[in-house]
């Protein structure tokens, strides 16, 4: 059976996450919802690279299914279109390979976490306000993050996991104006491990945390550390990778 890719924008506020749930609304759960109108009202199962949480956003999610259809791709882009919420929008949509997975045959995830110096209220739901950061300090404690580490300190309820280890590739903070954009890319997150980072470097920045016992958290990992947990608005998965690209 034909098998398709599709590159998914949305806007979390109003979901409960990406996965499935049986009386929420979710993103996998309206994609799947357009899709039973091209199956005869069966269900299609759709996979995606990112579980994302509640309130976090995608503007380059990837997910797959499988379809038997005459329509090109294309045309089937713009078809689940018209029958998506406007809150979800699928840019992009490809046949690949039978033996494609959104998530198992992605090998780097890449994720944006926006804060804003300011009260702006127009962005409230798309960045995390906070008072003005200090920089230097905030990427003092990203380019910890870099290399292949053990992330249970920055972790919770993932003990069916058969390790904690990430490679991270890219940990950086940029200003942008009243804007503060912290870039992080690996080959997979642990359930709100970007959240825990961001809220415990907050913290780091405002001198509540010292950068040694940053440092320490990921040197030593431990269960049950004390960290912090950014709030879900400002978190952007944008971008997914796959061997081919």
């Known amino acids: 059976m034909p098998r398709f890719s599709i590159i998914?924008?949305?806007?979390?506020t109003a979901f409960r996450g990406w996965q499935l749930q049986k009386h929420d609304r979710t993103i996998q759960g309206e994609l799947e919802?357009?899709?039973?109108?091209?199956?005869?009202?069966?269900?299609?199962?759709?996979y995606g690279a990112g579980r994302t949480d509640t309130g976090v956003h995608a503007t380059g999610q990837v997910a797959h299914f499988d379809l038997k259809t005459n329509l090109e791709p294309i045309e089937l882009k713009n078809a689940l279109n018209g029958h998506l919420p406007k809150d979800i929008r699928i840019m992009n949509c490809?046949?690949?390979?039978?033996?494609?997975?959104?998530r198992f045959s992605a090998i780097k995830r890449f994720y944006l976490y926006r804060i804003r110096n300011d009260n702006f209220l127009l962005?409230?739901?798309?960045?995390?306000?906070?008072e003005k950061l200090d920089i230097v300090r905030l990427n003092d404690a990203a380019k910890i993050i870099k290399g292949d580490h053990d992330f249970t300190s920055f972790s919770r309820n993932n003990k069916n996991l058969e390790h904690r280890r990430c490679i991270i590739y890219e940990s950086l903070w940029k200003e942008d104006n009243e804007i503060v954009n912290y870039y992080v890319t690996g080959n997979r997150f642990l359930h709100h491990m970007v959240?825990?980072?961001?809220?415990?470097?907050?913290e780091v920045s405002r001198k509540k945390?010292?950068?040694?016992?940053?440092?320490?958290?990921?040197?030593?990992?431990?269960?049950n550390a004390k960290i912090f947990k950014a709030p879900p608005q400002g978190l952007v998965l944008y971008k997914v990778d796959y061997a081919n690209n």
Not at 8 to 12: K, N, T
Not at 33 to 46: G, H
Not at 94 to 102: G, I, R
Not at 123 to 130: H, L, M, Q, V
């Open 8 to 12: 998914v924008q949305y806007d979390g």
């Open 33 to 46: 919802k357009s899709l039973i109108k091209f199956n005869n009202n069966i269900m299609i199962r759709v």
């Open 94 to 102: 490809n046949l690949v390979s039978e033996k494609f997975h959104a």
């Open 123 to 130: 962005d409230r739901n798309f960045t995390w306000s906070t």
């Open 195 to 202: 959240r825990y980072l961001v809220g415990t470097m907050v």
């Open 209 to 223: 945390i010292r950068f040694e016992k940053f440092k320490e958290l990921i040197e030593n990992p431990s269960e």
